[in-house]
């Protein structure tokens, strides 16, 4: 069976500086993955997939995420923090042949932006 | 344009008093899904459902029903709210790619509160 983990429950960074949102995964076949981002009182926005390509994807707004399957870890990364970056992300794990629950979601990640 | 739309987007009620919230999508997919999502447990999924008339129970199902009566809709039915069902809830769209993955779209979502 599929699993998420966001290890984190709440991130705070100063801004100008690089954001790190852990996400572990726990899957039995090769999963797809990826990270969604909601601002407040808005709906889910995909910012990034991983679906068996290259291992470090780009998504927008500049953050990028690298797939490591010997550490079972899909850690979303950003160069420079931007105050628009305060949010909720979710980090999810897809996995074709899992039957009746295709989209697995992690409990989410509060990111916090100081100026 | 792709796009899944719920109605309505707010709505306050008492508990007891029967209501739907609607879901349609225009991209012709098979698999369509309902989440709740409530702080620190991210999105939890309520009912699926793979095609017109086949639907199935997800995590959370208890006190909600569904109904798929043609590909295009998939509403969310509580009979009887309770406030435990106070949420903001998501309807999404699955599409699989083929190789595993899925392409998923969600609605903008609806916040319920019951009171």
């Known amino acids: 069976a599929q699993s998420v983990t966001q290890l984190d429950s709440h991130v705070s960074v100063s801004e100008g500086t690089p954001v790190l949102l852990r996400c572990n995964y726990s899957?039995?076949?090769?999963?797809?993955l990826f990270w969604y981002v909601q601002h407040p009182n808005k709906g889910l926005q995909l910012l990034l997939k991983?679906?068996?390509?290259?291992?470090l994807v780009k998504g927008i707004n500049g953050f990028e995420a690298e797939f490591k399957k010997s550490e079972t870890s899909f850690h979303l990364t950003k160069p420079s923090a931007h105050m628009s970056d305060a949010a909720e992300y979710f980090c999810?794990?897809?996995?074709?042949?899992?039957?009746?629950?295709?989209?697995?979601f992690g409990k989410g990640t509060r990111l916090s932006v100081i100026a | 344009e792709a796009q899944v739309t719920q109605n309505p987007r707010y709505l306050i009620t008492v508990t007891g008093k029967k209501l739907t919230v609607t879901c349609s999508q225009n991209?012709?997919?098979?698999?369509m899904s309902w989440y709740r999502q409530d702080p620190g447990l991210g999105l939890r999924q309520i009912y699926y459902s793979m095609n017109v008339e086949v639907t199935d129970k997800g995590d959370v199902p208890e006190g909600y029903k569904v109904s798929r009566k043609e590909k295009r809709n998939f509403p969310l039915i509580l009979e009887s709210p309770s406030p435990n069902q106070t949420s903001l809830y998501f309807c999404a769209t699955l599409y699989p790619r083929g190789t595993g993955a899925y392409e998923q779209y969600f609605g903008p979502g609806t916040r319920l509160t019951v009171t």
């Open positions: 999810v794990v897809s996995e074709g042949n899992s039957g009746n629950t295709p989209l697995v």
């Open positions: 991983y679906t068996s390509a290259a291992t």
């Open positions: 899957s039995s076949y090769s999963p797809s």
């Open positions: 991209m012709n997919h098979e698999y």
